[in-house]
C-alpha cells in the first residue's frame, strides 16, 4: 500500500475529516481497536479482518498488515454494477509506543482499477489531558474509470455515495467506541 504521500490529492475528490475525543488512555483505545477484528458485534460492517503480516520492528515500533472484508450496504445499482456484495480493503497499521501515535492507512483492493479510496486514522495522547485519546480520521476518493464529460454524472454521483459512506460510517464508528468504551466491553 502507499504511503500517506502518494495521495494525489489534486487529482482526487476529499473525503469528510473527522475528529473526536475518546475520553480513555491510548494503551486502551488502540487494544479496543484490535478487539474489534474479526468480527465484534458492535460492528457489523467488518465482516472479517485477517492479519497477513505483523513485524515489531523496534521494541517501541510495531507493524501490522490486515486484509479486512467489509459489508458497506452497497445501494442496488452498485451492486449491479460490480456483481460484489462485499468491499475488500488492505490495512496498515503503524503503532508508536513510544510517542503514543497508532496510524491506520486503510485504501480499497476492491474495484482498485476502477477507483482508489484512502483513509488514515491517527490515534494519539490527546494534547489537553493526557488521560484520553484524540482520533484523528479523513479520507480521499479518486475514480479512474470515468475521465470524459459523458460520465461525469455517474462520476459525481460515486464521489457522492462514497463521501456520505465515509461520513456515515466514521460517525458511527466513533459513537460505537465512545460507548463500548465506556461500558468496558472493548
Not at 472479517?48 to 445501494?75: C, H, N
Not at 490495512?91 to 497508532?102: A, G, S
Not at 491506520?104 to 488514515?120: G, K, P, Y
Not at 462520476?155 to 462514497?162: M, Q
Request: charged fraction near 30%; charge should be negative.
Amino acid at each position: 500500500m502507499a504511503d500517506n504521500s502518494s495521495v494525489d490529492t489534486k487529482s482526487t475528490v476529499k473525503g469528510p475529516d473527522f475528529q473526536c475525543t475518546l475520553q480513555h488512555p491510548w494503551e486502551r483505545v488502540i487494544r479496543a481497536y484490535d478487539n474489534r477484528f474479526p468480527n465484534h458485534p458492535a460492528f457489523p460492517t467488518v465482516l472479517d479482518g485477517k492479519t497477513v503480516q505483523e513485524e515489531q520492528v523496534s521494541p517501541f515500533l510495531s507493524t501490522k498488515k490486515r486484509i479486512i472484508t467489509l459489508d458497506v450496504g452497497y445501494p442496488h445499482w452498485v451492486k449491479k454494477l460490480t456483481g460484489l456484495d462485499t468491499f475488500t480493503v488492505e490495512e496498515d497499521c503503524v503503532t508508536d509506543f513510544q510517542e503514543k501515535v497508532m496510524t491506520i492507512r486503510t485504501e480499497n483492493v476492491s474495484f482498485s482499477n476502477r477507483m482508489r479510496l484512502f483513509e488514515e486514522c491517527v490515534y494519539r495522547t490527546h494534547p489537553e489531558n493526557g488521560d484520553w485519546t484524540l482520533k484523528e480520521q479523513r479520507s480521499y476518493i479518486k475514480i479512474l474509470f470515468c475521465n470524459n464529460q459523458l460520465c461525469e454524472g455517474l462520476k459525481k454521483r460515486i464521489e457522492d455515495f462514497c463521501r456520505s459512506s465515509y461520513e456515515i460510517t466514521g460517525i458511527n464508528a466513533a459513537e460505537q467506541e465512545k460507548k463500548l468504551l465506556a461500558k468496558g466491553e472493548l
